[in-house]
């Protein structure tokens, strides 16, 4: 072989090397296999076929397989059945699944999305998100996508149109809620974090035999940002249910709904509040907490000023 095959070959094999994540493309919750191991496990399969000049032990683009079974290791496609804008900067999708099979996800628990054609240089852009679609939904499941300016997938979300494919795996997630595990579950939820409160809430309501009391507390900016409205307004026509609106930048209750203004507060979700929301529960609470990193945070402060212990709330 000569030197310009060599050199030709020698990019061959460092096209299909595969590319360390960046480490913002961990979502932090602990997935196992985490997109870190199945970049060492898929570094590992590369250099062994190099080092033996056999192109056929490498398993090529896993995630460009058709339609099947959602796994953790390999991304899969599914393709977009219906999207639509809910607010200015948020969109709720729904994917088809082949037949009337299900998801198999537990409440709460997330996938991560990776957007084949949303690359920095030759980086591939991951995410994680929680579907809304109840556990039980057959063919389908459904998502919320808040997009950025600056997001480096929020582009191509935005040009996503029906029948489009994009590639999910998983499912991940350490929270596993069963029935009557609690007496009351207090959550806290701001913008796109309503996410894995919408099934693990759907999930008590559908259940007859589910006495536990729920407090959802929904943290926006404004009214006309609240996602699910319709979905909300009818879980809190539950009996053992009951909603809670914290608007940070409205200030008029003439300009709500008569049903928003009682339980509606113009504030940010802070200590006083808290202690508040706490002392009102039926029940002892176990609370849920998601949102941006800030917001967690702060939620997890005040809960412990609140009185409850770091046992007594979980952090998506």
Not at 281 to 299: I, N
């Given at each position: 072989m000569d030197r310009q095959d060599e050199d030709s070959d020698e990019e061959a094999w460092l096209q299909l090397r595969p590319v360390q994540p960046l480490p913002s493309q961990c979502c932090g919750g602990g997935c196992s296999p985490c997109v870190f191991d199945i970049y060492h496990r898929d570094l590992a399969q590369w250099e062994a076929a190099r080092a033996r000049k056999d192109k056929t032990l490498l398993s090529g683009d896993k995630s460009q397989s058709g339609p099947s079974q959602l796994n953790t290791e390999t991304f899969v496609a599914f393709r977009i059945s219906d999207i639509h804008r809910l607010t200015q900067d948020t969109y709720h999708v729904r994917f088809s699944l082949p037949g009337h099979s299900q998801l198999g996800l537990q409440p709460g628990q997330h996938l991560i999305l990776r957007y084949v054609r949303a690359r920095v240089g030759d980086m591939d852009i991951q995410r994680a998100y929680t579907p809304i679609s109840p556990v039980s939904a057959a063919g389908y499941f459904e998502v919320l996508i808040k997009c950025y300016p600056t997001g480096l997938i929020s582009q191509h979300v935005e040009s996503w149109k029906a029948g489009d494919t994009a590639f999910w795996r998983g499912p991940f997630g350490s929270f596993f809620y069963q029935p009557n595990q609690y007496g009351e579950l207090l959550m806290l939820a701001s913008g796109t974090g309503l996410a894995p409160m919408v099934p693990i809430l759907q999930s008590i309501t559908d259940n007859e035999d589910d006495e536990t009391f729920v407090t959802l507390v929904c943290c926006f900016r404004t009214f006309e940002g609240i996602y699910l409205k319709s979905f909300l307004q009818e879980q809190a026509r539950f009996w053992n249910v009951r909603t809670v609106f914290v608007l940070s930048q409205e200030s008029s209750l003439e300009q709500l709904p008569w049903?928003?203004?009682?339980?509606?507060?113009?504030?940010?979700?802070?200590?006083?509040?808290?202690?508040?929301?706490?002392?009102?529960?039926?029940?002892?609470?176990?609370?849920?907490?998601?949102?941006?990193?800030?917001?967690?945070?702060?939620?997890?402060?005040?809960?412990?000023?609140?009185?409850?212990a770091e046992d007594s709330y979980f952090l998506f």
């Open positions: 049903s928003y203004r009682e339980k509606t507060h113009f504030c940010r979700l802070a200590q006083e509040l808290m202690d508040e929301l706490v002392a009102s529960c039926r029940r002892k609470p176990f609370a849920l907490v998601c949102g941006s990193a800030e917001f967690t945070q702060d939620m997890a402060g005040y809960l412990r000023g609140a009185g409850l």
